[in-house]
């Protein structure tokens, strides 16, 4: 992942794919774009990351379509706390919390909250 903008916030989108391979080779292949990340590292991906000149997807493998979320599109938010953020959406007091923040194997925190239309968004620091 490259590294967040002024402020240390960065956004992208993230869509999930039942056919990951199919998935990179159009935002790849057809649209030009570079593989820049890939997790793991060695076997099949379970997420990429594909960069533009002026902006990146990250691509996620997944089978089915949530039942209680619109999560085939997702935003990934980073901020400099991830548990502060947390702290002030809860503090809103309608903004729902699906995943407290919780260190990840690729050495990022993240949380999971709804927006106010029931879109999935990661709140993630590194």
């Known amino acids: 992942m490259t ?5 240390g916030q960065e956004l992208f989108p993230i869509l999930t794919s039942a056919d990951l391979p199919a998935a990179v080779a159009f935002y790849r292949d ?7 990340y890939q997790f793991p590292e060695t076997g099949d991906p379970e997420f990429v990351t594909v960069r533009f000149p002026a902006g990146q997807v990250g691509l996620g493998r997944q089978e089915e379509p ?18 502060g953020a947390l702290d002030r959406l809860r503090a809103a007091g309608t903004v729902p919390v699906l995943a407290e923040p919780a260190d990840q194997p690729w050495g990022e925190r993240m949380a999971v909250v ?3 239309d029931g879109n ?5 620091s590194r």
């Open 3 to 7: 590294e967040a903008g002024a402020g």
């Open 30 to 36: 057809l649209l030009g774009g570079t593989l820049d």
């Open 66 to 83: 949530g039942v209680l979320t619109n999560d085939r599109v997702t935003l990934w938010v980073y901020v400099a706390d991830c548990d």
């Open 114 to 116: 709804l927006d106010p």
């Open 120 to 124: 999935r968004v990661i709140v993630a």
